[in-house]
Structures are given as structure tokens and as C-alpha cells.
């Protein structure tokens, strides 16, 4: 076993190709939810062929949230489809506090901005005790990393849900891009493991 932890794969932006690698770190702890199936139609030579969409989240309530989009002939085999995917997109998020940090991280380090279509999400810091001001849908996109309070702002045509999640989804992803003048910590430069285990590969 080279590579230890999850961490370990997004220091180095390693791809993960397989749902069972997700399994594998993080097991037990995760949790996933359908958000939402909606029926989708194209129209072809034979009339309107229908197919199911299923959105499914995925996350272990300590940091790691994921999600999914997939599109089928069957429900089934749509949410099957949608829960894999969410497992190969799972990103992790870095929680932070509002004003005095004591006790463990409850909300976002900043404010960020995620974007899906016309759909504009802004994630801003609220004190403990706030809980998450966010519809039922995306609220649980941020109750699976973990977040416990946060306030939000959303702009657009937000009852296009699938934007609207996507939108969460993307200001999620986004915590880890700024580097506050309290995270300036000396870094220590280390091989990849493509580098490392060249002879091997």
C-alpha cells in the first residue's frame, strides 16, 4: 500500500478513477442521499423518450462531501449511476469559525461564491447557534462536509434545482483556493508518488 490517506491524493491532484478508493479510506463513515429525480425527455423520430435524472450526495460529516448527476432509462440504475459519481467527485472542505476560534471549526473560513448557470450561491461565516440558512435541498450538500452554521445568499433562477445544487456544490469545492495569512506555513516539498514509485509504474 503506497498512498496512506485521502489527503495524501489531493496534495498531489491525483485522479481518482474508482468508486472502491473512496470506499476504501473513507468506508463506514459516509453517507449518501438522493436529492432529487426528475423525469427528462428528448424527442425523437419514434415520439418523446423518457429518461429519469437522479442528483445524489455524498459525504462523511467530518470534511469530505461529493456529487452526482446521472441519467437513465431506469430509476434504479440512475441512482446507482449518480451515487458512484458522487464518490469519484468527492472534494474535501475546510471549515473554519466566526470571530474567536475555540472549540472545533462549525462553519465556512470565508466567504465564497459558487456559480451553476444563472444560479449564484455566496457561502458567508455565521456565528454558532445560526445552523445553516439554506432550502431543505442544498442545506444537505453542507450538512454532509460537516458545516454546522452558515449563512448564505443565492442569486438567479434558483428553482432550477439541479443548477442550484451544482452551484452549492462548486462554492464547496472552492474553500480549499484561499489561503488565509493564518495558513502561511512553511511547506514541505515531498516527491509525488508518480515520481516516487517511477521504477514500478
Known amino acids: 500500500m503506497k498512498i ?20 476504501f479510506f473513507l468506508g463506514a463513515s459516509l453517507k449518501d442521499e438522493v436529492l432529487k429525480i426528475m423525469p427528462v425527455q428528448k424527442q425523437t423520430h419514434a415520439g418523446q423518450r423518457t429518461r429519469f435524472k437522479a442528483f445524489a450526495a455524498i459525504g462523511d460529516y467530518n ?23 458522487a464518490k469519484l467527485s468527492i472534494v474535501p472542505m475546510r471549515r473554519g469559525y466566526w470571530r474567536n476560534k475555540t472549540g472545533k471549526p462549525h462553519t465556512v473560513p470565508c466567504k465564497v461564491t459558487g456559480c451553476c448557470g444563472s444560479v449564484l450561491v455566496r457561502l458567508i461565516p455565521a456565528p454558532r447557534g445560526t445552523g445553516i440558512v439554506l432550502p431543505p435541498v442544498p442545506k444537505k450538500l453542507l450538512m454532509m462536509a460537516g458545516i ?19 452551484a452549492t456544490f ?32
Open 4 to 23: 496512506k490517506s485521502l489527503e495524501e491524493i489531493y496534495l498531489f491532484s491525483l485522479p481518482i478513477k474508482e468508486s472502491e478508493i473512496i470506499d
Open 148 to 166: 454546522d452554521d452558515c449563512y448564505t445568499s443565492a442569486r438567479g433562477c434558483t428553482t432550477t434545482l439541479g443548477n442550484f445544487i451544482k
Open 170 to 201: 462548486d462554492a464547496i469545492s472552492k474553500t480549499y483556493s484561499y489561503l488565509t495569512p493564518d495558513l502561511w506555513k512553511e511547506t514541505m516539498f515531498t516527491k509525488s508518488p508518480y515520481q516516487k514509485f517511477m521504477t514500478i509504474l
Open 63 to 85: 470534511g469530505h462531501v461529493g456529487l452526482g448527476v446521472k441519467c437513465s432509462k431506469e430509476v434504479a440504475t440512475a441512482i446507482r449511476g449518480a451515487i458512484i459519481l
